[in-house]
């Protein structure tokens, strides 16, 4: 069965770009969100997030009437699923922007659909999902009850991309095909095919559930190794970076890089949802999240130690000494703020430094709410014409360019080593 129409619901860092994909082979594609200026821009032509690639192919697709944006789901023959799933205190999965989504595409769901899940999610989420549509919609078949026999294809299939490349990596990469019967599986493979040039692994949804938080789990384990190194050697006076460089000459061993904390929709989200299921034997995968999440607090010790010490040698106030924090995304070189540890240490900054404290942020024009009434948004050259002391938190292009003899301060918190 062919897919004359595909839906993608949520058109966030993960839903437009897949939904360009399949508006770029030639696919008639209807995206959905609940943010009606999202949709309103996508209608232009326009975007509204930063995605090096993307807005050329958007343009392109909205101008051959290829894309289109509404608030509530349409008819399809295929429908992907791509909204957060955060956790609730405690760090409990939250599905409600999952079942949301299920519950209003259910009423046009008809014969012979594919729906597909991509966000990340607790193992089961699938299933719990076709028993979502299967209550909404009891006159139609679903494989938990009718197997090969159902009306309705359900598979999962997660998204493994690198925010600021998405759009190679989309159409390269390999990808998970979880379905719920080998056919689900089948029917997914076909649909991906149409812009995938990597290989399409088919396996459960189970499976495949557990594979991209296995994935995002095994980098935060590695990331929390170096991060757990950086405290260790800021201790004993060691250069970290140095010795890293160093350990890495060995032909087995290949350390990350240490930086002020875990950000993003993924490493620092989905390691949770294997705890709050297995939390007896997550231990190695608890404990990490427990040294990445420590990370911005030590961040703010150490701002603080060098604080006090420009104090005791500029001969200012608290209240006259300024603090440039630079970076706020989650990753270099992208808008993307979620669940960023540059963020945090920013704002507790703010909030205990009584003088002025700077956000520079190349990539956004505001800063989030959680900052507006603590911060100052400001460009490079004038946050190093003013402040006191500097904290490196996400090394963007522009801060690794920066030619050393501009930087004349004497008080630096540097957590991604590019100026020590």
């Not at 129409?5 to 594609?29: C, D, E, H, W």
């Not at 232009?44 to 009437?65: N, W």
Request: glycine share 6%; net charge negative; proline share 6%.
């Amino acid at each position: 069965m062919s897919f004359d129409q595909i839906s993608v619901i949520g058109l966030g860092y993960i839903g437009l770009p897949t939904a360009a994909a399949f508006a770029s082979r030639g696919k008639k594609v209807v995206g959905v969100d609940v943010n009606h200026q999202a949709v309103e821009t996508i209608n232009r032509g326009a975007i509204h997030i930063v995605e090096p690639d993307l807005a050329d192919v958007v343009k392109r697709a909205v101008a051959q009437g290829y894309l289109t944006a509404v608030t509530r789901p349409v008819t399809a023959d295929a429908f992907l699923i791509a909204v957060p799933t955060p956790f609730m205190d405690g760090h409990e999965p939250d599905l409600k922007y999952v079942r949301a989504a299920a519950l209003s595409l259910a009423p046009v769901l008809k014969q012979g659909d594919l729906v597909i899940l991509e966000s990340t999610s607790p193992v089961g989420t699938t299933e719990q999902m076709a028993q979502w549509l299967a209550e909404a919609r009891p006159d139609l078949r679903f494989p938990q009850a009718a197997g090969e026999r159902a009306d309705i294809n359900i598979a999962y299939c997660p998204e493994r991309v690198l925010p600021g490349k998405i759009m190679a990596e989309l159409v390269k990469n390999d990808r998970v095909i979880g379905g719920m019967t080998p056919r689900c599986s089948a029917r997914a493979s076909e649909l991906y095919r149409i812009f995938l040039e990597g290989e399409c692994v088919v396996t459960n949804s189970r499976t495949a559930e557990m594979c991209k938080l296995t994935e995002n789990s095994f980098r935060d384990v590695n990331i929390a190794f170096a991060n757990e190194l950086s405290l260790i050697c800021a201790d004993r006076e060691i250069n970290v970076w140095e010795l890293i460089r160093l350990a890495n000459r060995h032909p087995r061993v290949n350390i990350l890089q240490p930086g002020p904390g875990v950000g993003g929709h993924c490493i620092a989200v989905d390691p949770w949802f294997i705890v709050a299921q297995n939390p007896r034997q997550a231990r190695l995968i608890h404990t990490a999240r427990l040294v990445n999440d420590g990370k911005p607090l030590w961040v703010v010790e150490r701002v603080k130690a060098a604080v006090a010490d420009c104090l005791a040698h500029s001969g200012k106030r608290a209240g006259e000494l300024t603090i440039a924090c630079f970076g706020l995304a989650f990753k270099p070189d992208i808008d993307d703020l979620r669940e960023s540890p540059a963020v945090a240490i920013t704002q507790l900054i703010a909030q205990w430094h009584p003088g002025e404290t700077l956000a520079v942020e190349p990539n956004v024009a505001q800063l989030p709410a959680t900052l507006a009434a603590l911060a100052t948004l400001t460009g490079l050259d004038s946050a190093l014409a003013s402040a006191d002391v500097l904290v490196m938190l996400v090394d963007h292009r522009q801060f690794r360019e920066l030619p050393a003899a501009d930087i004349t301060q004497r008080w630096i918190v540097d957590t991604k080593g590019v100026w020590r």
